[in-house]
């Protein structure tokens, strides 16, 4: 089900960044010591802001290897590791590379520690697009077609070999809930090998910073997924990320009714209830996933399960019980103007 016209998809679509860095950090640009760079990449705009003498050539380093990481796992381009994966469903094991079968054993982690609510295999629903130039909306139908190829345990990994199989004709993986985070994690360690003495890696809702900006820590805006004109404050933090998913970054609205691309596995419809989870961490890998997990798992759940992760401060936006908090989020969250 194709929407209105061009025109009128436009005037729907909500294309809002989850995190707001660039008001922060644009005085700094002014210094010839600071330099920042952006590059489309993984579906969204990649903001590096870095402060050193080797900046631009590690910019551009770091760049190379996220487009490298990208190519392996992105299903959207035919000539990767994950294409070649979901062509071969049903048929044979597939090669891949160290770094995609990490992510992939991330993946299956999640889906199982979650009980599916999280599924590695939610590729199986192709009937959306959330692309702002042809939005689509799939029929009901279609989802109960596809309803049979999402399911985690149709994905086998072995490890030894290094290869990865899916044993349902039709079945798709989708490393779009866990990707991310280890790639922009690889492009601030080539940032990190060159001695920068600060960088900022900003990504889709994801944010990765190290050293200081200028001798002052870097500041970070969250935004409210129910009002994304606004910040619900800012953080402050000199090496770590701030990990954000929300509702309503890749959204569109048709007929009065809005539709984002955080997907129930068990329906194939956007999900309903929490608007956006933000965790603050020093290490990306513990934080990896768990934000779309807790949106999934609806606003009960999820709250015990950002409650238990170790070194983790957690926000959540409910849209009926509004705003909830771990105490060490409440502690360094710091009003915005």
Not at 10 to 17: A, E, K, M, Y
Request: positive net charge; contains cysteine; hydrophobic residues 45%.
């Amino acid at each position: 089900m194709m929407m209105p016209s061009l025109l009128d998809r436009r005037r729907c679509l909500i294309r809002l960044g989850l995190l707001a860095t660039g008001m922060f950090v644009r005085p700094a640009l002014a210094s010839p010591h600071v330099q920042r760079a952006s590059r489309d990449l993984l579906g969204t705009r990649i903001d590096i802001v870095a402060q050193g003498s080797q900046a631009s050539k590690a910019m551009a380093l770091a760049f190379a290897e996220m487009a490298r990481l990208e190519r392996l796992m992105s299903r959207y381009r035919a000539d990767s590791e994950i294409s070649a994966l979901n062509r071969s469903a049903g048929l044979a094991a597939v090669d891949v590379s160290m770094e995609t079968m990490a992510v992939l054993r991330r993946g299956l982690q999640l889906s199982r520690l979650s009980d599916g609510a999280f599924d590695i295999t939610i590729g199986g629903y192709q009937g959306w697009s959330f692309d702002p130039a042809s939005p689509r909306l799939p029929s009901a139908a279609q989802l109960m077609r596809e309803r049979v190829l999402v399911n985690h345990r149709h994905l086998e990994l072995d490890l030894a070999k290094r290869q990865a199989r899916l044993l349902q004709t039709g079945a798709k993986v989708d490393l779009g809930g866990v990707a991310k985070l280890p790639i922009l994690q690889a492009g601030m360690q080539v940032l990190q090998a060159h001695g920068l003495d600060g960088a900022m890696l900003n990504g889709g809702g994801d944010v990765l910073v190290t050293g200081q900006l200028l001798g002052r820590d870097w500041r970070i805006g969250l935004r409210d997924p129910r009002s994304p004109e606004r910040l619900l404050g800012t953080l402050e933090l000199s090496d770590g990320v701030v990990a954000s998913s929300g509702d309503y970054e890749r959204a569109f609205m048709y007929e009065g009714k809005r539709y984002h691309h955080v997907l129930d596995p068990d329906t194939g419809f956007p999900t309903q209830g929490v608007r956006g989870v933000t965790m603050l961490a020093r290490n990306p890998q513990a934080v990896n996933g768990w934000g779309a997990t807790a949106m999934l798992v609806g606003a009960t759940k999820g709250q015990r399960l950002l409650s238990g992760l170790p070194g983790v401060e957690s926000l959540m936006v409910d849209a009926h019980d509004g705003t909830w908090m771990s105490a060490g989020m409440r502690d360094q969250l710091k009003p915005s103007a």
